[in-house]
T-cell receptor, first 113, second 115 residues
C-alpha cells in the first residue's frame, strides 16, 4: 500500500491553463505539506495543513491555492500557469505538525509548454 | 530565518569506501535534523534523523553526528554500495509554535558509487 500517493504523476499543459494535483495519505497523519522541487533539485516548502487548517503559507503566488477537504487529502490548484511553474511538486505528511519525520509521495512533474 | 548549507554538491566514491556529507545550519533554535535519500523519479525517503539532545546516531551502515556548538551535522555512509547512489538532502527544523516544524532543506548532494 502506498503511504502518500499523488496524481497525476506527469502533467504537461499550456501556459495560461488551470490545473490541479491531488494527494492522499493513508498513514492517519494529521499534517500534510506541499513542496516544490526546482530543476536544481532544491526543495522548498509551499504550504502545510494541520487537521484541515492552513498553518504554513510561504511566499507563494496567489495563483496557487491548496485545499484540504479532510486530513487525509490535500490538493493543489494552480491558476494561469506560467513557464516558471515547471517543477516537480511533492506532497508529504507527518504525524503531527512539529519535529516529526515527513513522508513524501513520488511527486508530480509539471511541464508548461 | 533558518539557512542550511550542504557540501559537497557531488561526491564520487568507489564501492566499499566511505562517504561523508556535511551540513551547517544558522538558527541555534533548530533541534531536529533529518536526512533524506532521493532516487531518480522518486520522492525523498527518510534514512536517519537526530535530535539535539543526542550527539550521534547509527543505523547499520549509516550514521549521523551533530555538533550543536559549531552548528553542523554530518551523514556518514560506510561500505558504500552501488544502490547508495542517489541525491541526499539534510534538513533542519525547530519545534516552536511559530515554525510548526517547518523543514529547511540543504541543496542536496549527488552521490555516485562506482563498482
Amino acid at each position: 500500500d502506498t503511504a502518500v500517493s499523488q496524481t497525476p504523476k506527469y502533467l504537461v499543459t499550456q501556459m495560461g491553463n488551470d490545473k490541479s494535483i491531488k494527494c492522499e495519505q493513508n498513514l492517519g497523519h494529521d499534517t500534510m505539506y506541499w513542496y516544490k522541487q526546482d530543476s536544481k533539485k532544491f526543495l522548498k516548502i509551499m504550504f502545510s495543513y494541520n487537521n484541515k487548517e492552513l498553518i504554513i503559507n510561504e511566499t507563494v503566488p496567489n495563483r496557487f491555492s491548496p485545499k484540504s477537504p479532510d486530513k487525509a487529502h490535500l490538493n493543489l490548484h494552480i491558476n494561469s500557469l506560467e513557464l516558471g511553474d515547471s517543477a516537480v511538486y511533492f506532497c508529504a505528511s507527518s504525524q503531527v505538525a512539529g519535529n516529526q519525520p515527513q513522508h513524501f509521495g513520488d511527486g508530480t512533474r509539471l511541464s508548461i509548454l | 530565518g533558518e539557512n542550511v548549507e550542504q557540501h559537497p554538491s557531488t561526491l564520487s566514491v568507489q564501492e566499499g569506501d566511505s562517504a561523508v556529507i556535511k551540513c551547517t545550519y544558522s538558527d541555534s533554535a533548530s533541534n531536529y535534523f533529518p536526512w533524506y535519500k532521493q532516487e531518480l523519479g522518486k520522492g525523498p525517503q527518510l534514512i536517519i534523523d537526530i535530535r539535539s539532545n543526542v550527539g550521534e546516531k547509527k543505523d547499520q551502515r549509516i550514521a549521523v553526528t551533530l555538533n550543536k556548538t559549531a552548528k553542523h551535522f554530518s551523514l556518514h555512509i560506510t561500505e558504500t554500495q552501488p544502490e547508495d547512489s542517489a541525491v541526499y538532502f539534510c534538513a533542519a527544523s525547530k519545534g516552536t509554535t511559530d515554525s510548526w516544524g517547518k523543514f529547511q532543506f540543504g541543496a542536496g548532494t549527488q552521490v555516485v558509487v562506482t563498482p
